[in-house]
Nanobody, 124 residues
């Protein structure tokens, strides 16, 4: 049974940094495409970043490219999202997602089968 648990959210001042983590169980991180999404109240869920099964190819939304970095730690079966130079518009609930059969657009929520419960990020 695949489970994802996010952690690392919190409140930070603009310009600050946070590191989100997504620990997986019931599967091996290196065999799944892993993505981060975010959703603010009243808005659609949007793709933030994705790392593929090789652990080397990454994708980012234009709004975070150059500020956020996605990585995976195979030994801990965990995916991280390092967020730097945070802006108030980055405030949102952040979700980790996993998909074994990758191939569709990385930033579409419908292309992921497994989701975490989310962790809140607030930038003021």
């Amino acid at each position: 049974h695949v489970q994802l648990v996010e952690s690392g959210g919190g409140s930070v001042l603009a310009g600050g940094s946070l590191r989100l983590s997504c620990e997986g169980s019931g599967y091996t991180v290196s065999t799944y495409c892993m993505a981060w999404f975010r959703q603010a109240p009243g808005k659609e869920r949007e793709g933030v970043a994705m790392i593929d099964t090789s652990g080397h190819r990454t994708y980012y939304a234009d709004s975070v490219n150059g500020r956020f970095t996605v990585s995976q730690d195979n030994a801990k079966n965990t995916v991280h999202l390092q967020m730097n130079s945070l802006k108030p518009e980055d405030s949102s609930m952040y979700y980790c997602a996993a998909e074994e059969y990758c191939g569709g657009s990385w930033d579409l929520p419908v292309n992921y089968s497994y989701w975490g419960q989310g962790t809140q990020v607030t930038v003021s």
